[in-house]
């Protein structure tokens, strides 16, 4: 009798799936685009996480940020929409199904500028999904001009200085009632990936600006966005710590320097705070600290803002569980006598 | 007509006129906006229709809030005809600002009534003249001084119905109808009514030949605007989610469909099985359609024009990435903002192929408000089946104002949901190509997210792309996937409402038609053959892309007259598009577009014109 040697097989999941299948297709960006950098972080986020591929949506608009669904788990439905709309896009499939992990992905061009007035309204709303914006100042696929998000005094590779003020996303964000509202930098593995965790925890809208240096069009040196400034001016306001509903780890912590927030699905965000007195659960401050570091040149990133118990825009309208889109003919089809009523009322 | 233009014994024959007039006129109604006369002239309508009569109404209202002029038309005609008549027989007058050019576009033999305090310079001669004291009988009746302007209307009310010698009974009925639970505004109101119909009874002297006499061609019928008929088609067609924009003439359809979703898909527990969301815009509204309909839901907007135009983008990519939605566009003035109250069909060029490239939509044409309602449902099937977009396209007469129609029927057809794999499918197929057509109509099968399968997924995109819903710069990838759209557009001819032959006995003359040009039409092709003797043909069309019958009906006339409201004979082009090239040369248009709903006198004359008659 042969006796079996069992293999090792790959390393898997809580819910027994293999990293593999949260892989989508070979990326089609530049090599050492800060993008594909989230793409591998949401991998190992929703790999982490144990999301069932089946069960998320990944939204986009158009422009290289807008390509990377394609470049992440395959198994889940993607919608590569218009340029700036994949606010309205999402809210109308969240809508038809509400029981999906929706994740959007965008860029500082297609949020900020072409669509800055459905990325406001989404904001207002609360719907749940997790908005990513892979912010690098500048228009890739166009080759290279300003984003509304480029910093004043920004320079690119031609020469040309930005002298427009940068929207800030975050600070609009919690201001019109995003519930979750973080900024990080690609080439932070570690606080991107728990941000993401978290992100995927939280029920309600997040809004995550992730700056993601674009390598060929912004950075250079005089560039704001690029590996070298964000490396020398990246501020993190906390650290993050994010423990799952299912992990059984216990981290020891002090728990004067943590901020501690428990989330909808059980699971613990923990913030260590790194800037003195970081409330995020105050709104003013946040933005207050955010501006104040704008003048200084600091790039703050961590988690600015987060608020557990807002209603979404599905609890405000009140809908039944199941996904709206598939209830059958006999709930969504009002009777025969219904039908006849409203006849007679209009004799 | 001026008074100078009529010989003295003209004027003589036509106030010596002695044989009435019955249940065949229109009332003019012209007062101020804001100042609550819709539901006064409504009570008026219903009283009319509970008389038996047939009615239509009119409202020729500003875009504005208050305090410009409005005209309401109530036509009553005992051949069922329910178009605009052009001229009004009847002019109740209370807006001193249009007074006297209301009271000169009279007909000789016409009526006015008018506060008594309205001081005309030179009255005209061939025309009876009702003074009545509205303000002196609506203050003794209502002491409540803000609550006058709206009493008032109803004094109007209580008059023209005396003049007419309707029964008072009826006007009541009307009312306790509109005001079911609430006695003391009916108090009210029936007061005002029957203080106007007592000063009539006691101070006016019947001179003018109009008469409302009880008939039974109302029984049965029911009366209803085109919008609230296309919120009832969708409600009816189990729409879940609608996302809309405000906009005038097509607030309503979400209104009506709102308020009969709150009512009709409230589950026990109080939970709603619908979701209705106000966008920030017309591109967000249609975005949401498309997510919406991606996703699974039947998804509907509702817009006009200027919506149109903003969801150009979006169509686009409904039509090239296939996904179902719904667009309601209820057409008014174009072009830009145009005149927002006025109405035309004028979006049928645009929303044909709304979007830039090679794009083509489906177009649903409502005739009446039954089809209003049964288009609406239709809509949700056929976006389904073909997953594409497709537009219903009304128009502002037809739905704002009141038409009265025969009851709508249930749907006896089952929802086609269109072609969905479910997991236990992609268990028996092994995977799936999103844009395959397997079954050579040009339809491939979708997926919807969450669908329990690790090869259920697909990417959609607005790129180009391959059969298997991969990005493709691939001329022929590219070429096929256009063609196969191309035959799908084709097999909607099939599946889209069959043209209605109206009239059809094999004359020389024939007519098309679509829309709410129908009721004129019909009633001024009956002008034709009583003034000329002259016998036509008559193929509404109800869709595009257009069925085969709309080719042979051309093929087998002489000549085709397009009627159609607006400018540049927009059917007549799309038709010219579609037909062998020996048959375009048959088709002339009688182009109606002054933003009025078209009347049948103003078909009439142009045609005769055309025809050297």
């Not at chain 1, 020398?232 to 320097?257: K, L, R, T």
């Not at chain 2, 002491?143 to 209307?153: D, G, I, Q, S």
């Not at chain 2, 180009?464 to 022929?476: I, K, R, V």
Request: hydrophobic share 40%; proline share 5%.
């Amino acid at each position: 009798m042969a006796t079996a040697t069992a293999t090792p097989g790959p390393k898997t999941n809580h819910i027994g799936l293999p990293i593999l299948e949260y892989r989508g297709g070979k990326s089609t960006l530049c090599a050492g685009c800060g993008h594909n950098a989230i793409s591998e972080r949401i991998i190992d986020a929703l790999f982490e996480m144990g999301v069932e591929p089946e069960r998320v949506m990944k939204m986009s608009g158009i422009g290289c940020s807008s390509k990377s669904p394609a470049y992440f788990l395959s198994r889940a439905h993607s919608f590569n929409s218009v340029h700036g709309r994949m606010p309205a896009v999402s809210t109308g499939a969240i809508l038809a199904n509400h029981t999906m992990t929706t994740i959007g992905v965008s860029g500082d061009g297609d949020t900020a500028s072409i669509g800055m007035g459905q990325f406001v309204h989404m904001m207002r709303r609360n719907l749940p999904m997790i908005y990513i914006i892979e912010n690098n100042g500048v228009y890739g696929l166009t080759k290279g001009q300003f984003s509304a998000t480029a910093d004043l005094g920004s320079k690119l590779k031609t020469g040309v200085v930005n002298d427009l003020p940068p929207i800030d996303t975050c600070a609009l964000a919690i201001q019109l009632g995003a519930t979750f509202v973080g900024r990080s930098f690609s080439g932070d593995k570690k606080q991107l990936l728990s941000m993401l965790k978290a992100a995927i925890a939280h029920k309600g809208t997040v809004l995550l600006d992730v700056i993601s240096p674009c390598v060929t069009f912004n950075d250079h040196e005089g560039s704001t966005k690029s590996y070298k400034f964000m490396q020398e001016n990246d501020e993190p306001i906390n650290e993050i710590g994010f423990v799952a509903s299912f992990d059984e780890i216990e981290v020891d912590y002090d728990s004067g320097e943590i901020y501690e927030v428990e989330m909808h699905d059980g699971s613990n965000l923990r913030l260590r705070k790194l800037l003195e007195d970081y409330d995020p659960t105050d709104k003013a401050n946040a933005v207050r600290t955010m501006m104040e570091a704008q003048d200084k040149d600091e790039i703050l990133t961590g988690v600015f803002y987060i608020d557990t118990n807002k209603p979404t825009f599905i609890d405000q309208l009140n809908v039944v569980d199941e996904p709206l889109g598939t209830l059958p003919e006999s709930i969504t089809r009002p009777s025969r006598e219904a039908f006849e009523g409203l006849m007679a009322s209009l004799r | 007509m001026a008074t100078g233009d009529l010989a003295l014994g003209q004027v003589e024959s036509a106030l010596s006129t002695r044989h009435r007039v019955i249940n065949d006129f229109s009332i003019n109604i012209a007062t101020v906006n804001g100042s609550g006369s819709q539901s006064a002239n409504s009570v008026l309508l219903k009283a009319i229709f509970g008389m038996g009569v047939p009615v239509s109404g009119k409202n020729l209202f500003p875009s504005n809030i208050a305090g410009q002029p409005t005209w309401f038309l109530i036509r009553a005609s005992k051949d069922g005809y329910l178009a605009r008549k052009r001229e009004a027989e009847i002019l109740v007058a209370l807006n001193p600002e249009t007074a006297r050019a209301d009271i000169a576009a009279l007909p000789t033999g016409g009526v006015a009534i008018h506060e008594e305090s309205l001081k005309l310079d030179e009255p005209r001669q061939d025309v009876f003249f009702y003074p009545v004291p509205f303000d002196k009988i609506t203050a003794a009746i209502c002491p409540e001084a803000k609550l006058r302007k709206l009493v008032k209307n109803m004094v109007y009310v209580g008059v023209t119905a005396q003049l007419l010698a309707m029964d008072l009974s009826v006007v009541e009925s009307g009312l306790r109808r509109q005001f079911a639970k609430k006695q003391k505004v009916f108090d009210l109101n029936f007061g005002a009514v029957k203080a106007g119909f007592d000063y009539a009874q006691q101070n006016l002297t019947k001179q003018d030949p109009y008469f409302i006499e009880r008939m039974n061609k109302t029984a049965g019928k029911i009366v209803i605007d085109g919008n609230a008929a296309c919120g009832m088609g969708a409600v009816f067609a189990g729409v879940t989610v609608v996302a809309w924009y405000p906009i005038t003439p097509s607030t309503s359809v979400v209104e009506a469909t709102s308020d009969l979703l709150k009512k009709l898909r409230v589950t026990p527990e109080g939970k709603a099985t619908f979701a209705v969301i106000q966008a920030e815009d017309e591109l967000a509204a249609i975005g949401m359609v498309l997510g919406a309909g991606w996703a699974g839901a039947r998804s509907m907007t509702a817009t006009s024009g200027p919506g149109i135009s903003l969801m150009a983008e979006f169509s686009g990519l409904g039509y090239y990435a296939e996904i179902p939605g719904v667009i309601v566009d209820v057409q008014r003035t174009g072009p830009s903002t145009g005149m927002p109250t006025r109405t035309q069909q004028s979006d049928l060029l645009s929303v044909a192929f709304l979007s830039h490239g090679d794009t083509r939509h489906i177009v649903l044409l409502p005739g009446s408000v039954k089809e209003c309602f049964e288009m609406t449902m239709a809509a949700f099937d056929l976006a389904e089946r073909l997953q594409t977009p497709v537009f219903v396209l009304s128009d502002l007469d037809l739905g704002m104002n009141n038409w009265m129609s025969e009851p709508f029927e249930y749907p006896e057809k089952p929802l086609d949901r269109g072609k969905v794999l479910t997991a236990e499918d992609l268990n028996r197929l092994g995977g799936f190509a999103r844009y395959r057509d397997v079954d050579g109509d040009g339809i491939g099968w979708r997926t919807l997210p969450g669908t329990n399968h690790p090869k259920a997924a697909y990417f959609t995109r607005g790129t180009g792309h391959t059969d298997a819903a991969q990005y493709t710069e691939s001329p022929e990838e590219y070429v096929a996937g256009m063609e196969r759209l191309a035959r799908k557009f084709n097999s909607a001819r099939a599946l889209v409402p069959a043209p209605v032959l109206v009239r059809g006995s094999s004359q020389k003359i024939g007519f098309i038609a679509f829309g709410s040009t129908d009721c004129a039409l019909s009633e001024s092709l009956d002008q034709i053959e009583k003034s000329y003797g002259l016998r036509a043909d008559y193929l509404r069309v109800r869709a595009y892309p257009f069925a085969h019958e709309i080719h042979d009906f051309v093929t087998s006339h002489e000549r085709v007259y397009v009627v159609e409201q607006n400018r540049d004979a927009q059917l007549a082009s799309l038709l010219k598009l579609d037909l062998p090239a020996d048959q375009v040369v048959k088709l002339r248009s009688i182009l109606l577009y002054n933003g009025l709903p078209v009347d049948a006198e103003s078909i009439t004359e142009e045609f005769a014109i055309k025809e050297g008659l």
